[in-house]
Each structure stands twice: as C-alpha cells, then as structure tokens.
C-alpha cells in the first residue's frame, strides 16, 4: 500500500485529455510539501516530468502540466500520443515517515 | 551529459549481503544529494535510501534501516549502497538519482540511471 494514492490505470484515444490523481494525506501533500512526476518506460530509466508541482524540465513538452490543492495533486496530458503509454508516478515527502514517497503508480494506455 | 551507471547487481542467497556502486559523471557529483530507488517485481518505485551532498547526513526507509548502509566516495565519483540481511522482499531493480531542490524535503529526482537487478533466492 503506497503512502499516496493514484488509480491503477486510465485510457484515453490519441488527441484527447488524460488526468491523473495523486491523493496524499496531511503528513505529505497536504502539510505543504511539493509533488513531483515521472515517466516510466519498463526496463529504461525512470524520466522527471514535472517538478515543483507545476514545473517542466526543458525539453518535457507542454502537453504536461502539473497541479497542487489541499491534499492531492494531479498530472493533466493533453493532446494524449501513442508514445505517451507508460506508468506514471507522483513523488513528495513524508514527515511522518521522515523520507521520500511514491505513489503506486498510473499506467497510461492510447487506445 | 549527466551519466549514472550502476552495477554489482546479481543473485544472493536469503541472509546474503551485496554492494551496489553507481558511477556518476557529467556533472559535480560533491554538490549533490543522492538516493537509491528500488522497484519490485511487478511493483511500483519505492524510496530506500539517500545521502546528502557530503556524506554527512543518511536516510532509510524504516524497511532498511539497519540492513543497508548508503554512502559515497567523492574521489571517485560513486555512490553506493551495501545491503546485509537480504530477504526475497528486497528482490527488485535498484536505480540511483541525483537529487536536485532545496530544502531537503523538497528534493525531486531530475536523473536516474538505467537500473541493475538485485535477486534474493535460495
């Protein structure tokens, strides 16, 4: 059971808008603490995404964006491409735990 | 271009240890925080460790603490995490990172590298 929350999978067709959820608690998320996203292709290296809640590194294009309220955060694509299938995954910090935490993960399918 | 390659992954018996180095280059590995990430089997990134930016400060998962040691040689330019008392539940893809933000709990992962795979079996 992953500290922040995210739903298994979404789908979308190729064009469309895709979110996708990271619920936190208030020991993360919600005490204030900043979210970050990655891209993860199966055997490659995991990709930063979004960093600061909303910020993209140069060259994630900007069919990316990030967004943080109260105890949750959400990864928005739009304009959803095929190379976009991946898993997904949102990223903060944990006082309780004193350490960094995932979430379980999203896997994003083009239909 | 910032490079991170691991290595010393491999197969060990349950009880058994290993030590897995991560060679960093492309950029000034002292002035950075770094941490090792694990992925289980079917499983999503998981958190184990991470060092300061010199070697003073060490953080664990409360999974690993006492089993794994995290450190870092900056002569070499290499980070590494020794790993005793290992169980199958350890089993999984081990990646390092370089950690970017301020402060601390800020930290976010702007580089990884490409993973080796620490199995525990008998």
């Known amino acids: 059971q992953s500290v922040l929350t995210q739903p298994p999978s979404v789908s979308g067709a190729p064009g469309q808008r895709v979110t996708i959820s990271c619920t936190g608690t208030?020991?993360?998320?919600?005490?204030?603490?900043?979210v970050h996203w990655y891209q993860h292709l199966p055997g490659t290296a995991p990709k930063l995404l979004i960093y600061?809640?909303?910020n993209r590194p140069s060259g994630v294009p900007d069919r990316f964006s990030g967004s943080k309220s109260g105890t949750s955060a959400s990864l928005a694509i739009t304009g959803l491409q095929p190379e976009d299938e991946a898993d997904f995954y949102c990223?903060?910090?944990?006082?309780?735990?004193?350490?960094?935490?995932f979430g379980g993960g999203t896997k994003v399918t083009v239909l | 271009e910032v490079q991170l390659v691991e290595s010393g992954g491999g197969l060990v018996q349950p009880g058994g240890s290993l030590r897995l180095s991560c060679a960093a280059s492309g950029f000034i590995f002292s002035g950075y925080a770094m941490s090792w990430v694990r992925q289980a089997p079917g499983k999503g990134l998981e958190w184990v460790s991470g060092i300061s930016d010199t070697g003073a400060g060490t953080y664990y998962q409360d999974s690993v603490k006492g089993r794994f040691t995290i450190s870092r040689d900056k002569s070499k330019s290499t980070l590494y995490l020794q790993l005793n008392s290992l169980t199958a539940e350890d089993t999984a893809v081990y990646y390092c990172?370089?950690?970017?933000?301020?402060?601390?709990?800020?930290?976010?992962?702007?580089?990884w590298g490409q993973g080796t795979l620490v199995t525990v079996s008998s």
């Open positions: 208030s020991s993360n998320i919600g005490a204030g603490y900043d």
């Open positions: 990223q903060s910090f944990d006082s309780s735990l004193s350490g960094w935490v």
């Open positions: 990172a370089k950690a970017q933000g301020h402060p601390t709990a800020a930290y976010y992962f702007d580089f």
């Open positions: 600061g809640n909303n």
